[in-house]
């Protein structure tokens, strides 16, 4: 039984694999934009949407796998209530309309090389108030690594680049494939916090 206050075990876990899928999915995403920034015919980069995709369901099963493992788990404590629902969901509201707007502004102003930097940055900015609300520490790195690495390519890397003999667009490229690394990385510690739930507890008879 978890103390109180505090998720169960089962609720921890869940929360923990939850977060596995986000990073999976949206590193995929963000890959995709990487792909999309080469510029290459479709054919030529195939291969690395193949790649991307697979990491992406790999660390789907991994989240499935680690909620099976908690399946018989003890589903008692507290679980989140309606103001931590609240915050969490005004907080992704927030980072959806600033998402929006910035797209809205780039398309009217022709900026639209700054779109994957601007919401680079919202979606690190968005990952600091989840570090506090879910209290996961490394959220805070999560966040800071994208706005480091968006601005970091705004401030010194040329919008274009050649990249195997060919023009590229360098924003898309940088931006898009460190993102998904990052989101990748943390989904791979994520679940290392999850596993080590799983053994405590099998540790404890229940």
């Given at each position: 039984m978890?103390?109180?206050?505090q ?5 921890a876990?869940?929360?923990t694999a939850?977060?596995?899928f986000?990073m ?12 999309m920034?080469?510029?290459k ?6 291969w ?12 789907c ?7 099976r493992s ?5 589903g008692?404590g507290q679980?989140?209530g ?6 969490f969901?005004?907080?992704?509201a927030a980072?959806?309309i ?7 502004l ?6 639209l090389?700054l779109?994957?930097?601007?919401v680079?940055?919202?979606?690190g900015?968005h990952f600091?108030p ?8 490394l959220y805070?790195?999560t966040g800071l690594?994208l706005?480091l690495?968006?601005?970091f ?5 040329p ?7 060919d ?8 931006v ?7 989101l ?12 080590k739930i799983?053994v405590?507890?099998k540790k404890?008879?229940?």
């Amino acid at each position: 039984m978890a103390a109180d206050g505090q998720l169960s075990p089962k609720a921890a876990v869940h929360g923990t694999a939850n977060g596995v899928f986000f990073m999976a999915i949206f590193g995929v995403l963000w890959a995709y934009t990487g792909i999309m920034g080469l510029q290459k015919p479709a054919g030529t980069t195939r291969w690395l949407l193949a790649i991307a995709i697979l990491v992406g369901v790999g660390f789907c099963v991994a989240g499935f796998l680690l909620m099976r493992s908690a399946r018989r788990f003890p589903g008692g404590g507290q679980k989140p209530g309606k103001r931590h629902l609240l915050k969490f969901n005004l907080i992704f509201a927030a980072e959806a309309i600033s998402i929006a707007a910035v797209i809205v502004l780039c398309n009217d102003t022709g900026n639209l090389n700054l779109i994957p930097i601007l919401v680079a940055v919202i979606v690190g900015l968005h990952f600091l108030p989840l570090a506090s609300l879910f209290r996961v520490k490394l959220y805070y790195a999560t966040g800071l690594l994208l706005c480091l690495l968006a601005l970091f390519t705004w401030f010194f890397i040329p919008e274009n680049l050649v990249f195997g003999g060919d023009e590229a667009n360098a924003y898309m490229v940088i931006v898009g494939f460190g993102s998904a690394l990052i989101l990748w990385v943390t989904a791979f510690h994520i679940l290392g916090i999850g596993r080590k739930i799983i053994v405590e507890v099998k540790k404890v008879p229940i």
